[in-house]
């Protein structure tokens, strides 16, 4: 089955040049960034901060590449480049992940199914994560507000 990206279906996608906050322990991880939305005058207005959460990450990378080296991604011609926000089926990452698993834990039972792959494109970098499920809102609280409530949130246990 062939790598590919399709449109993950938010209202909504990272304002051009924001970055994003992420905070990420063990299987916790929650991601917040400026986002922007169409409306009917065919532009894009700034909607909030888009706050998501999740209790079942398996990987997260975050870094290069940025917006002027984007077109780089591996994905960008599998559809990458005309989406904002992406879900990529038949991943690749996930396969890795679940080969190291299988060659360390032959005998593992360990069910991958339901995981899912997004890449947030944001300014100065790109991030990817592989979670079951998250929760998503549009808040109309500060990056301050935010940080001290996501950073409790990941660190609770």
């Known amino acids: 089955m062939q790598v590919c990206a399709k449109d993950a279906g938010f209202p909504f996608r990272p304002e051009s040049v924001t970055d ?3 905070i990420h322990c063990g299987e916790k991880a929650a991601i917040a960034f400026l986002a922007t939305e ?18 079942s990450v398996l990987q997260v990378r975050y870094g290069y590449p940025n917006d002027e080296a984007f077109r780089g991604h591996k994905l960008y011609e599998m559809g990458l ?22 060659k360390v834990f032959p005998d593992s039972k360990a069910d991958f199914s339901g995981v899912l792959h997004y890449i947030f494109p ?9 979670w079951r499920q998250y929760e998503f809102e549009i808040s109309d609280k500060s990056y301050q507000e935010i940080g001290k409530m996501l950073s409790s949130w990941v660190s609770r246990y």
């Open 20 to 22: 994003a906050l992420l």
């Open 81 to 102: 480049k005309d989406i904002d926000i992406a879900e990529i089926e038949n991943s690749d990452w996930l396969r890795d992940v679940i080969a190291i698993n299988t």
């Open 122 to 130: 944001f300014k100065e970098s790109t991030l990817e994560v592989l």
């Open 38 to 55: 169409l409306r009917s005058d065919g532009k894009w207005h700034n909607c909030g901060v888009a706050v998501f959460r999740s209790s």
